[in-house]
C-alpha cells in the first residue's frame, strides 16, 4: 500500500509536536507554546481573510478580551473575597472594594466559559452590525483597525479595573494548580499543542463542509450569491463569530504561557503584525497560519534579541516582500496548479 | 372566449427614473409560465434595467410588479428569488473558485437556511440534480474543474446551468450568447429552448439570427419604452423597428 506524502508529513509534525517537550530546551519549549497559542488565533484569521475575503485589523481585541477573562481569574485566585481581598493593583489604584463585574470571575469554569464566549459574542455582535449594512473590504478593514485602538485605550484608561498599561500579571495558580513549576509549563503547552490539532482539523471540516462552500462563494461573488436566493449574513457573521472565538482562546493560552496580559499585546500593532502572520504563511491554507505564525515570531524573538530596534523595519520590509513576490505565501511555494487559478480568482 | 393562462409575470406601468434620467417609462409586461419571451431592442434601450427591477436590484419610482399574483415590488433580492425568479447577468457571474460542480450545488440548494449547509454531503437528491444540469449544458467533463478555468461560452453555459439548478420559475437571462461564436450560439438556443417545458424564460439579446432561432413572442424596448411587441416575423416586418433598431443592428 502507498502512503502518501501528506500523511507521512502531518504524522511526523504531530509526533514532534507532541515530544517537543523532551526534545528542546525549557526555554525553546515556552516560546512554541506562546506562538502554537498564537497560531489558534492565525487560524481564525485564515478562516475569516483567507477564505471569507474579510480583513480584519482588529483581532487583538479577541484576543485580548479572551486574554483578560483567564487573567481576571487567576488574579482572583487564593484571595479570601469575603474578606475584602482584592488584586494587589487594585489597592494601589485606591480602589476600595473589589467592583461587583469581577467576582464571577472568581469561579474558574465562569472564567474559561468567558473565553470563549465574550469574545465570540462581542464578534458576532459587531459582525452582524457591520455585515447587515453592507459594509465591508476597506471600510471594515479600517473600522476593526480602530476598534483596537480604542480598545487598548480603554484598558490604558481605566487603571484601576484593568492594571492599566501593565495589565494584569503575577500569578501563580490555576483552580489551585501552580502553574509555574517546569512540569506545569510541559502541561501547558501539550495543553495548547492538543487545541492547535483540534481546531486545525476541526476548521478543516467545517471549510470542506457546505458551510465552508457557501463562505467562498460569498467572497467569491457576493452578489451572485445574493441572487441565487442565499442570504450571505449567516456564514460572514458565523465565520467572523468563530474567529473570535479562536482569538479568545489564542489570548488565554498566551496568557498562561507569557504570564501576563497587557494593552501592548492587543492594540493596532500586534493586530497588524496577526495579519502579517498569516500573509506570510499564506492565507489560503489553514497550515499557511501555523506556519507563518512560527515563522515570523521565532524570527521576531532572534531578531529582537540581536538588535531590538531593527524588528520594526524587518517586519514592514517582510510584509512588502511577501505581497509583492508571495501574493500565496510560503504555502503557495508548494502549491501545484489549482493555486495558480486561485491567485487569478482572489481579488 | 380563449382561455388564457394566468400570467406568471405582470409588470404594470413601471417606470425607473436614474435621477432625472428615465431610464423606464411606463412599461408594462405580461409574460406567461413555461414560455419564451424575447426583449430586444437598442443599447440603452433599458433592457438590463428592466431585468434589475423584476429581481430587485433597482427599484421602481412608479409602477408595481406582480409574480403567481403577488407583489414583489419591494421585496428583498433574496426574498424574490425564493420565490422563483432567478437571473443570469450579462458578465458570468460565477463563483470563480468554485469547482463547476460546486457551483451548481451552491446554487441548487433547496434549504437555504445557514444551519442545513453543516455537512459535507449535499442531498442525494440535489447531487442527482446537479448531475443532470451538467449533462444539459455538457459540461459532464469539466465538473471538477474551477469555474475561473472555464473558456468564456463554458462560463455563459455554466451561469444558465446555476440558474437552472435554482428550479426557479422564472429565468431572466442576459445575453447569453455574448461574446460566442455562431456555433455556440446555435448550441445556446438549443439549449434555452429545452427548458421551456419546466420554466418560463426571458431572452434579453440584440443578435438577430440567435433571435430568430429562439423564434419565441418578442417585445421591443427603445428609449425605455415599448415599442412592439409579435412574433420575429412580425417585428422583422414592422417599419418602425426597422427604422430605430434592425436598420442600425447592420452598421
Known sequence: MKVSPRLLITAAVLVLGATAPWLISSYELSLLGRFLALSILAMGITLIWGEGG??????????????????????????????????????????????????????????????????GAFACAFAWLMFRRRIGGVYFALI?????????????SQQAYTGGFNGLTDYSTFDNYDITTQSAAVVIY????????????????????????????????ENRVRFLGHNPLPYKVGAFTVAGMLA????????????????????????IEMVVWVAVGGRNVLWGAIAGTLLVNFAKDEISSALPSLWLYGLGALFVLVVSFLPNGIAGLFAGKTFAFKREAVK | MSII??????LENVTVDFDGFKALTDVSLTLSPCALRILIGPNGAGKSTLCDTI??????????ITFKD????????????????CRKFQTPGLLPTLSVMDNLLVAGQRNRAWWRALTTRPPAAERTRAEEILEIIGLTDRRDVLASGLAHGEKQWLEIGMVVATDADLLLLDEPTAGMGPQETQRTAALILSLLGRHAVLVIDHDMSFVETLNGYTTVLHQGQILKEGTVADIRADAEVQAVYLGRAKE
Open chain 2, 70 to 85: 403577488q407583489i414583489i415590488t419591494t421585496l428583498p433580492e433574496q426574498e424574490i428569488v425564493r420565490r422563483g425568479i
Open chain 1, 190 to 221: 501539550l495543553i495548547t499543542f492538543a487545541l492547535v490539532v483540534a481546531v486545525y482539523f476541526g476548521l478543516r471540516w467545517l471549510l470542506a463542509t457546505r458551510w465552508g462552500i457557501m463562505l467562498r462563494a460569498t467572497r467569491d461573488g
Open chain 2, 55 to 64: 429581481i430587485g436590484r433597482v427599484r421602481p419610482t412608479a409602477g408595481r
Open chain 1, 248 to 271: 479568545g482562546i489564542g489570548g488565554a493560552l498566551f496568557t498562561l504561557h507569557a504570564g501576563v496580559v497587557s494593552p501592548a499585546l492587543v492594540g493596532v500593532v500586534p493586530s
Open chain 2, 5 to 10: 393562462p394566468a400570467p406568471i409575470l405582470m
Open chain 1, 144 to 156: 476593526t483597525q480602530a476598534l483596537a485602538l480604542a480598545f487598548a485605550t480603554l484598558l490604558v
Open chain 1, 54 to 119: 474579510i480583513l480584519s485589523l482588529g483581532q487583538g481585541v479577541f484576543f485580548g478580551l479572551g486574554g483578560y477573562a483567564l487573567a481576571m481569574h487567576l488574579k482572583l485566585e487564593g484571595l479570601d473575597l469575603a474578606n475584602g481581598d482584592m488584586p494587589d493593583f487594585m489597592s494601589w489604584s485606591g480602589v476600595s472594594a473589589l467592583p461587583g463585574f469581577w467576582y464571577p470571575f472568581a469561579n474558574p469554569w465562569f472564567a474559561l466559559a468567558c473565553v470563549v464566549l465574550v469574545p
